[in-house]
């Protein structure tokens, strides 16, 4: 069965400074891994996806994420934080086996000012 | 391009009555995907639809809830005789069902039971 784990409810990072939002994922065969973000109020968003290629997925708003096979995660990046990255951000996981698309719980992510 | 619409965005009900949500996906879509959502908590997932057909309903209540996705028209989350524990917010998301693809997803509907 498809899981994915986002081991942080909460991630507290300076504004300015990188930051890192971990994913970690279980599938039969080969994953396909997205991130989304939620603000207050809103539907989730689409940031970016892995399907294969490049391990280093470039998604909107300056947001990156990194395929590690070895380590099955997909953790989240983003090289200087603002203080409008601040939201609920949710790691998904799916497959050529099971296009069902599985969620994390979420990481709430607070930007310092 | 419109993107995925639901209404209302918020819905009061009082205990007993029926809540119907509304789900238009975007255009070209043919998979819609229902899902729930507490307080400062994570997705869970409902029931997936594509017209005409439920094709995973292992999140959905056994009673009182129901889903359908006609052959024309939006999809519909019907919750019969609703009750406090109802009240949530509920998302609906859709993709055009290829592989690898993304879902989309509408700004929710917040149910308030009274």
């Known amino acids: 069965a498809q899981s994915v784990a986002q081991p942080e409810d909460q991630v507290n990072v300076a504004e300015g400074n990188p930051l890192t939002v971990k994913c970690t994922y279980s599938?039969?065969?080969?994953?396909?891994l997205f991130w989304y973000v939620q603000y207050p109020n809103r539907g989730l968003q689409f940031l970016l996806k892995y399907i294969t290629g490049d391990n280093l997925v470039k998604g909107s708003y300056g947001f990156e994420a990194e395929f590690n096979k070895s380590q099955t995660s997909f953790h989240l990046k983003k090289p200087s934080a603002l203080v409008s990255d601040s939201a609920l951000y949710f790691c998904?996981?799916?497959?050529?086996?099971?296009?069902?698309?599985?969620f994390g719980k979420g990481t709430r992510l607070h930007i310092l000012p | 391009n419109a993107g995925v619409m639901q209404n209302p965005r918020h819905l009061v009900r009082r205990r007993g009555q029926e809540a119907r949500l509304r789900c238009s996906p975007m255009?070209?879509?043919?998979?819609v995907y229902w899902y729930r959502q507490l307080p400062e908590e994570g997705l869970k997932f409902m029931v997936y639809l594509q017209k005409e057909n439920i094709i995973d309903e292992s999140g959905m209540p056994k009673e009182r809830f129901s889903a359908e996705f006609p052959k024309e028209g939006p999809s519909i989350l019907r919750i019969q005789q609703v009750v406090r524990g109802d009240s949530a917010a509920y998302f609906c998301a859709s993709s055009p069902g290829q592989e690898g693809q993304p879902q989309h997803f509408g700004d929710g509907t917040r149910l308030s039971i009274l």
């Open positions: 599938v039969s065969g080969n994953p396909y």
């Open positions: 998904a996981v799916s497959s050529w086996r099971d296009d069902k698309i599985i």
């Open positions: 255009k070209g879509h043919s998979h």
